[in-house]
């Protein structure tokens, strides 16, 4: 294993296709499995052998702040507010400091949900010596990657970066990177940056920046809802049993369907049908209730028939 010192979670997006769930919770605490997605990132770099992360934080920041805080993760983890967002180069940058006694880092998006075992990519990028390291994963959705055999990135988006001297292979890039401490020096202080940009115009140079393509393992963005979904659907088999939280309550005579999760301290009142929905927490599912293909957010109370439907947070939804 690499030692891994220290690592970073890139997690000031608004999250604005996760609307109207993202007004109240922010996307790196959207649930996963009833865990928000935020601590099984952290859990993550522990694994592989960080002991210091640091994550940026805008859209409610200080949900975040709790969040981390209240843990207990078993390394220092801090929390650095941007007053307006910078976007990833310009986040990155913000935390320099924080990085300046390590020779490489990890940065990581914080709407992602992998399986993937980084420790060889750890280990590629300081054998190599890159300036940074793009993790790539096959996936035809959002393939704009272009790499050679050697890991050269070739092209960009279908733009030619490099001359292509063997085969390529379009790949995700897929919100990890790992990243020299000297690349900092090239993305400018104190002002919205994108970080491709600078990836682009080094390629472009023939520097040395790399991919490495990652082929065992599952990769999922949850910038959508639909994404959102489809994760529970996979991590959820059909036909698996119900996701029920310790702390959920379930009345009698309730029938759950398909891949159903239910967060804590909720309460399903009896005769209820729940079928493909996934509940936060602190849910009131009055009695005799239908939910198809929902979800709700945290602190709501339902009744009656829902279908299709998003429940934003804190609200009360009656249909008959």
């Not at 079928?275 to 945290?298: A, F, H, T």
């Amino acid at each position: 294993m690499v030692e891994l010192m220290k690592a970073m979670i890139l997690a000031a997006g608004r999250g604005k296709r996760l609307e109207p769930l993202s007004r109240v919770r922010p996307k790196p605490l959207f649930p996963v499995l009833n865990k928000p997605l935020l601590g099984v990132i952290i859990g993550q770099l522990k694994g592989i052998g960080a002991g210091e992360v640091i994550i940026n934080a805008h859209h409610l920041a200080e949900k975040i702040e709790d969040f981390v805080y209240r843990g207990k993760w078993g390394l220092r983890v801090e929390v650095r507010r941007e007053p307006a967002i910078l976007g990833t180069g310009g986040g990155i940058k913000n935390c320099a400091d924080f990085f300046k006694d390590t020779p490489f880092f990890l940065a990581v998006n914080a709407d992602i949900y992998h399986t993937f075992d980084l420790n060889p990519v750890l280990k590629y990028h300081e054998e190599a010596n890159n300036l940074a390291t793009l993790v790539l994963y096959d996936y035809p959705p959002f393939n704009q990657v272009g790499v050679d055999q050697q890991g050269r990135i070739i092209s960009i988006r279908g733009r030619e970066l490099q001359r292509c001297t063997s085969p390529a292979r379009i790949l995700t890039f897929t919100g990890i990177h790992i990243i020299s401490t000297e690349l900092l020096a090239y993305i400018p202080h104190a002002e919205y940056f994108d970080i491709m940009k600078l990836y682009t115009e080094l390629a472009s140079r023939a520097e040395a920046v790399r991919g490495y393509q990652v082929r065992d393992g599952y990769w999922r963005d949850i910038g959508r809802l639909q994404d959102y979904c489809i994760l529970h659907q996979h991590l959820l088999a059909e036909g698996a049993r119900p996701l029920i939280h310790s702390t959920a309550r379930v009345e009698e005579d309730v029938r759950m369907e398909g891949v159903v999760c239910v967060g804590g301290r909720t309460h399903i009142g009896r005769g209820s049908l729940i079928k493909d929905s996934i509940l936060w927490e602190e849910i009131v599912v009055e009695e005799g209730s239908i939910l198809e293909g929902c979800i709700v957010g945290d602190e709501t109370k339902v009744e009656g028939k829902h279908r299709g439907e998003v429940l934003a947070p804190g609200g009360s939804y009656v249909k008959g």
